[in-house]
């Protein structure tokens, strides 16, 4: 803290003086907060899987280029409603959320979540992320059509009377569907895909100690701050900076270049102007970048990355507290060998090795009986005709089919169910 000012740190001990709880937040990412980024907050919770099992607590933005910027995390000892509502009232006061109605979060409803934040922010914007939505949703409606239909639904802009309403009548539209978020965050995100970059960054931390696993996310931001569709539309000037823009079919909307409006609502919604806007800023000679939102600009983007996270010196170093110790958190070791990656969706798969041919969407068919579903091992538990004659046999005289006029009548054609040896004394005759 000598060497980055501004940062907060809060650890919370049980009675018997053991590890519990630990909130950070960097002072240069609590700045870069209040100086460039937009109103939304996506937050998240992952499991650690070191010797001392708890979950790690996350809270990511997004900057002016739409690339993830980490703000606070915290170690807890399970995800509930009392850890959640512990991390909110932490990161409270360091991001200055003195008004819920101008900030905006988005997760995939974890357990208690959606009760801290109600508790805590009752006129805040929660989004959930439409890919958990959709894992949920495809349980009872399985198919491609009604996936691109959930989809298209939540990505449109325009309110309108959406097509799987009937089907999602039980989730509140605000939180899933673009054409009902406020424009608040400068955001159209529908997806918390932000907060699985960053635990997909920080996976090899994970498996550490509490402290090595702290000081790697630390090193990871540190570093990481020093780093760092065509359509044709047609314009009419309506009067008092408005215009009448028509797109391809019979898509029309009203543009306000003054007051930065589009009835498509993309433009409120994430602060740059859409295709429609674009064809009323171009038909009025104006440069299109004076209207985009001030968070996009170089000079936020370049506030928000100027600040630094310090270095610090090795532990050996580290001033003696005249505290009690603090006791290591109870030793749980989990059946099995541990996971270090993510469990994928019946839906997704890992990209690996790419020299093996992926077997989605590839039919299997018996090279015996010709059915699909299995192969030729597996055919006679399956229930498949491994008994049968397939081909045909030519005798002296020509090439006529076993089962044919010299068979007894009660033989039937190749492929039926006269078995081989019951023809062999006919073959050895011809």
């Known amino acids: ?45 992952c499991f650690t899987k070191g010797y001392h099992i708890g979950q790690l607590l996350i809270a990511i933005e997004v900057d002016a280029n739409n690339q993830m910027y980490p703000v606070a995390y915290a170690m807890v000892e399970a995800e509930t409603k009392d850890t959640w509502g512990w991390f909110l009232d932490q990161l409270a006061p360091d991001l200055e959320l003195n008004n819920s109605f101008a900030i905006v979060w988005i997760s995939y409803k974890q357990k208690g979540l959606i009760y801290a934040i109600v508790e805590r922010f009752p006129n805040s914007e929660h989004r959930f992320c439409v890919k958990h939505l959709y894992n949920n949703f495809k349980a009872q409606h399985r198919g491609l059509l009604l996936k691109q239909i959930l989809w298209g639904a939540a990505k449109t802009t325009p309110e309108q009377d959406l097509p799987v ?145 310090y270095g610090i010196n090795g532990p050996k170093m580290w001033t003696k507290s005249n505290e009690a110790s603090i006791q290591c958190p109870d030793f749980r070791k989990q059946r099995g060998r541990p996971k270090k990656m993510r469990t994928l969706q019946s839906d997704e798969f890992r990209i690996g090795n790419t020299t093996k041919l992926r077997k989605n969407y590839v039919v299997v068919r018996c090279r015996k009986c010709g059915k699909e579903g299995y192969n030729r091992v597996t055919c006679e538990r399956r229930g498949g005709g491994t008994d049968s004659v397939r081909g045909s046999v030519a005798d002296e005289g020509g090439s006529e089919s076993v089962g044919g006029s010299q068979a007894d009548e009660g033989s039937q054609l190749i492929g039926g169910s006269q078995s081989v040896s019951g023809l062999q004394p006919e073959l050895q005759d011809g």
């Open 165 to 309: 309403y009937n089907w999602l009548a039980g989730k509140d539209a605000n939180h899933w569907s673009r054409a009902f978020f406020k424009d608040t965050a400068l955001c159209d995100m529908v997806c918390n895909n932000m907060c699985e970059a960053f635990n997909a960054v920080i996976l090899a931390a994970r498996d550490k100690p509490i402290i090595t696993m702290l000081e790697m996310i630390r090193n990871y931001l540190m570093t990481r701050l020093v780093k760092q569709e065509s359509v044709y539309c047609y314009s009419e000037y309506s009067g008092n900076s408005t215009y009448q823009v028509r797109a391809r079919g019979d898509e029309q909307f009203v543009v306000d270049i003054n007051h930065k409006t589009c009835g498509c609502n993309k433009w409120q919604l994430i602060g740059i102007p859409c295709v429609h806007g674009m064809a009323a800023i171009l038909s009025t000679n104006h440069n299109p970048i004076d209207f985009i939102h001030l968070r996009y600009k170089k000079e936020s983007f370049l506030r928000v990355y100027t600040l630094v996270i």
């Open 1 to 45: 803290m000598r060497m980055n000012p501004d940062t907060t740190i809060l650890l919370k001990c049980d009675d018997n003086e053991r590890f519990q709880r630990m909130y950070i937040c960097l002072g240069a990412l609590k700045q870069g907060w209040k100086q460039g980024c937009r109103p939304l907050l996506g937050l998240d919770g």
